[in-house]
């Protein structure tokens, strides 16, 4: 598959997944879970590749769904779009080598979703990450109902999506949200180290690991919350509401 939506790169044991949108800060569509998809079959099926990172092109990591794209979806499109969403988010909850996530400037709604689907996730500082859907009408639905609650426990995880606010890296790091912040400037430097770290080990070892953890957090009602997810944030997406948001999203800056 040729790429429009991301840049795929290896270097050594650790495959790079950059968000390749900048013009709209990697605001996210069906053909970048596609083609996250197949980047992370190829990860998968190549055994030189022991982990894989994601981080953002430009002044973003990804600033969630594509907003433009949904003024005029209809709620069928839009079910496709999220079925996608979701079949990537399972697909990187549940990969079998570890995921870390290099969180560079705004990392919202499905951006940050992304990230928290990751094992690992580093932040510069003045990274901007958040849940803005409570502003925009929408829901969450990359797992994030269960993924932020197991992160930063049930009440920062309700601040955090009722307020709708961002926090920076720094703050993030503070409430366990990442694992480090560090300046901007050695982001990727500070991720790769780890990365490299974590390949110096036994592949089949980090799967058996991943895959306890996963089955010790209780993955089988997973689905059942993430199955609700779709249909709290269709329901979200078909009120009147939700198009004074894109609206007001749109109006902004005039
Ligand atoms: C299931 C889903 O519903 C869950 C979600 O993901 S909801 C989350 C949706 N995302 C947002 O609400 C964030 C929207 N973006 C912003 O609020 C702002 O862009 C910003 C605060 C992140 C950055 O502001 P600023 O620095 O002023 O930059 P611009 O707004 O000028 O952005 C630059 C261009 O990028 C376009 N863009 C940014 N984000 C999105 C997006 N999510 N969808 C579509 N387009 C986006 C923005 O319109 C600018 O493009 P333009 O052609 O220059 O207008």
Known sequence: MDYSCIIFEVKDQTAIITLNRPKVLNAMNRQMWLEIMDALEHIKNNKNIKVAVFTGHGRAFSTGAD???SKDRTIEDYRKYLESLQEASRK???FEKPTLAAV????LGSGYELALACDIRFAASDALIGSPEARVTSSVTGGAFRLIQNIVGPGKARELLFTAEN???EEAEKIGLVNYAVPSESLMEETLKMADKIAAN???SLAMIKKGLLMAQGEASLNAVMDFEIEACLACVSTKERQSSLEAFEKRKE
């Open 167 to 169: 926090i920076t890296g």
């Open 202 to 204: 036994s592949a089949f």
């Open 92 to 94: 990187i909850i549940y």
């Open 104 to 107: 560079n400037g705004y990392a």
């Open 67 to 69: 907003l433009k794209d």
